[in-house]
């Protein structure tokens, strides 16, 4: 298993890096949160501002072990805001906790609109 440093828990030291592209953690956000009635994540290029800004947003590095993810969701009419976003920071959380080496992980939720739970639930 590699640690951050590259660093092996068993056997001799291998050096390099383990990196994840940022479409990993999207599709982490996403399976994670796509059981939580009452809250869907904006969809991918439906040009929300706020979703293009949290995109390109410039971030610092969260330190090593350590990740910091932006969700960017819709909440559905009526339905209590604060308890669906600490849900979803939980499920969030605890899924990049056990498909990476990430141990400290944030979610910040950025609310973006809400909808309609009789509507189609979208992508």
Avoid: C
Avoid at 22 to 41: C, N, S, W, Y
Avoid at 65 to 81: F, N, T
């Amino acid at each position: 298993m590699l640690g951050d440093a590259g660093s092996s828990a068993r056997g001799p030291l291998i050096r390099g890096r383990l990196t994840y592209a940022p479409p990993v953690f999207e599709k982490i956000a996403r399976q994670a949160t796509a059981g939580i009635d009452g809250l869907r994540m904006e969809p991918p290029g439906s040009g929300n501002l706020l979703e293009r800004f949290l995109l390109w947003m410039p971030r610092l590095p969260a330190g090593r072990g350590r990740r910091r993810q932006e969700l960017s969701v819709q909440v559905a009419w009526g339905w209590r805001i604060p308890e669906l976003a600490r849900r979803a920071q939980a499920a969030v959380a605890r899924e990049i906790q056990r498909l990476t080496h990430y141990d400290r992980v944030t979610v910040n939720v950025h609310v973006s609109g809400t909808f309609n739970p009789d509507e189609d639930r979208g992508p």
